[in-house]
């Protein structure tokens, strides 16, 4: 009875101190059907928590514990956020396996990560060696952002792209290397739309095989204008 009074009021808690992060989790999954679902289930959520007390110990410069407390939550769910990352409000780790975020990396207010995503280091530096992501920042399942780097306000990063350079805002960037996309200057929907998300590459190929067919055209008439010139008459 006593076990289960501690049980209660420990979610009660969690769900008062963490109501921003449970209520950008609402908005954002359609698959979230109650604030005790998300408190019960959600890996994510778990890690934040498990990560905002971590942090909270490391910021008191308490030895070890604050590692061991992340690397519990690894254990339980999947994701390695560590203590001395700095991480804003409204945070939300959709599903979450595989995440690793790491010590030097900023990450701003409204910000979603799916699955997979690294923000880790190149290894060649020593400082700030981790990436600075703005507000209103979604990186799409399985990417890498990587190094001392900046990704501006209301960017996409597509799934599985690899970033190692500095990103302005209102920006989508897919691929292997990570190759930027303008979305017209404006802000991104907070949902990731994997289906719409540009892709410079086959933009370009678009244009270039639409200008081939503009001057084959232009080549043909030309020619058989030509031909019409042409006294074939002996």
Do not use: C
Not at 35 to 50: Q, R
Not at 93 to 100: A, E, K, P, S, Y
Not at 169 to 191: C, H, M, Y
């Amino acid at each position: 009875m006593i076990f289960l009074l501690i049980i209660i009021v420990v979610f009660m808690l969690v769900y008062i101190l963490f109501s921003e992060d449970i209520s950008a989790v609402k908005e954002r999954d359609p698959a979230a059907k109650s604030p005790l679902e998300i408190l019960l289930l959600y890996p994510g959520l778990h890690a934040l928590v498990a990560y905002r007390f971590a942090h909270q110990i490391w910021e008191w410069k308490v030895p070890l514990i604050p590692r061991w407390i992340s690397q519990i939550a690894k254990f339980w769910t999947g994701i390695e956020i560590h203590p001395g990352a700095k991480i804003g409000r409204k945070f939300f780790i959709d599903h979450g396996t595989g995440v690793v975020i790491g010590e030097t990396a900023i990450v701003g207010d409204n910000v979603l990560l799916y699955q997979g995503v690294t923000l880790g280091g190149t290894g060649k530096e020593t400082g700030k060696r981790h990436p600075t992501l703005g507000n209103n920042v979604v990186v799409g399942a399985g990417a890498k952002i990587l190094g001392n780097i900046v990704i501006g306000d209301n960017s996409y990063i597509g799934a599985n792209a690899v970033v190692i350079k500095n990103v302005p805002a209102n920006s989508t960037v897919v691929g292997i290397p990570g190759r930027i996309t303008k979305q017209e200057g404006q802000k991104i929907d907070s949902l990731l739309d994997h289906t719409h998300v540009n892709d410079p590459v086959m933009e370009t190929m678009t244009k270039l095989l639409a200008r081939i067919k503009t001057l084959e055209y232009k080549t043909g008439h030309e020619a058989s204008k030509s031909d019409r010139d042409i006294d074939y008459t002996i």
